[in-house]
């Protein structure tokens, strides 16, 4: 198999070029790797056509402008996204294009650089992880304390806490940590969580406490189109008997099944029907 080819924008090379990636480098003074300040997307190809595209360079541009890191057209990065799948020889399948954006090299201070760097801009594609099994069978999930900044609707490289909340769950031989904040269920270490409490979809709603998942945007969209009641509201950690269903959205894990949130089995322990209908239309919708 050739060697994975790669967009790299630095400051030594400001107009970005194709290279393989073990030629790609960075300087230790990169802003990402000394301080994680710097944001990211990931972007899910379905048959060559990057999904949501639009809606991915959005978030991406909120992200950017949270931090306050200037100096990138994401209208660019699109193009540089085709280009990468299709050096990569995924222009045609499924596939999966990672974007990260930092601040640039500059010496190590916590103030931004004056005057600004050129910032540091990676994309990489690679094939798209494999949860078949975990979409058929359901997952089941472990809980804990949210314990991360508050500003989770920035999708930020500073992901320690991510890190360590999901090696908790692997600890735990689960394969998702689904985080709670003041009582209520907030959103997986990397998906979007939903509960079927009362015959109604429930999730938490946007703000700083949640990613604005697109994968979850495109749940809610289904919702309204099929009819399928919902709420963006959060569900309470106590009401965790109630749950007749749940499961996980995002854009690597698309739709999952949830059938046990840490002791307690959801529902009769099986993916449920309103699962299912979500899963069946959310892949039409990817296909069509």
């Known amino acids: 198999m050739s060697e994975p080819i790669v967009y790299l924008r630095t400051s030594d090379h400001p107009e970005g070029r194709l290279?393989?990636?073990?030629?790609?480098?960075?300087?230790?003074?990169?802003?990402?790797?000394?301080l994680a300040d710097g944001v990211y997307e990931v972007i899910r190809s379905y048959r060559g056509r990057l999904f949501r595209?639009?809606?991915?360079?959005?978030?991406?541009q909120?992200?950017?402008?949270?931090?306050?890191?200037?100096?990138?057209?994401?209208?660019?990065?699109?193009?540089?996204?085709?280009?990468?799948?299709?050096?990569?020889?995924?222009?045609?399948?499924?596939?999966?294009v990672y974007v990260?954006?930092?601040?640039?090299?500059?010496?190590?201070?916590?103030?931004?650089?004056?005057?600004?760097?050129?910032?540091?801009?990676?994309?990489?594609?690679?094939?798209?992880?494999?949860?078949?099994?975990?979409q058929s069978d359901g997952i089941a999930v472990t809980t804990?304390?949210?314990?991360?900044?508050?500003?989770?609707?920035?999708?930020?490289?500073?992901?320690?806490?991510?890190?360590?909340?999901?090696?908790?769950?692997?600890?735990?031989?689960?394969s998702e940590c689904v985080f709670v904040r003041d009582g209520v269920f907030t959103e997986g270490t990397h998906t979007s969580f939903f509960a079927?409490?009362?015959?109604?979809?429930?999730?938490?709603?946007?703000?700083?406490?949640?990613?604005?998942?697109?994968?979850?945007?495109?749940?809610?969209?289904?919702?309204?189109?099929?009819g399928i009641p919902y709420a963006e509201e959060a569900v309470a950690e106590t009401d965790v008997g109630r749950i007749t269903e749940a499961f996980i959205a995002a854009t690597s894990y698309e739709v999952t099944p949830v059938?046990?949130?840490?002791?307690?089995?959801?529902?009769?322990?099986?993916p449920g029907r309103t699962t299912r209908e979500i899963q069946k239309l959310f892949r039409a919708l990817t296909r069509s």
């Open 196 to 226: 079927v409490v009362d015959g109604l979809v429930r999730t938490h709603p946007n703000g700083n406490l949640i990613l604005p998942g697109v994968t979850r945007a495109c749940v809610l969209e289904i919702c309204r189109t099929a």
């Open 53 to 60: 595209l639009e809606e991915h360079m959005a978030r991406l």
């Open 144 to 174: 804990l304390s949210d314990f991360r900044w508050t500003r989770c609707d920035v999708k930020s490289i500073a992901l320690q806490a991510n890190v360590l909340a999901l090696q908790c769950a692997r600890d735990r031989s689960t």
């Open 259 to 270: 059938v046990r949130i840490g002791s307690n089995p959801v529902g009769n322990g099986t």
């Open 19 to 34: 290279l393989t990636q073990s030629e790609a480098r960075i300087g230790v003074t990169d802003r990402g790797f000394m």
């Open 100 to 134: 990260q954006v930092t601040r640039g090299e500059a010496p190590r201070s916590h103030a931004f650089p004056d005057p600004p760097p050129a910032p540091t801009v990676y994309l990489a594609a690679s094939p798209t992880p494999d949860y078949t099994l975990e």
């Open 62 to 96: 909120r992200s950017l402008d949270a931090v306050r890191i200037g100096g990138v057209a994401v209208e660019g990065i699109a193009d540089q996204a085709r280009e990468i799948l299709a050096r990569n020889g995924m222009a045609s399948g499924d596939a999966m």
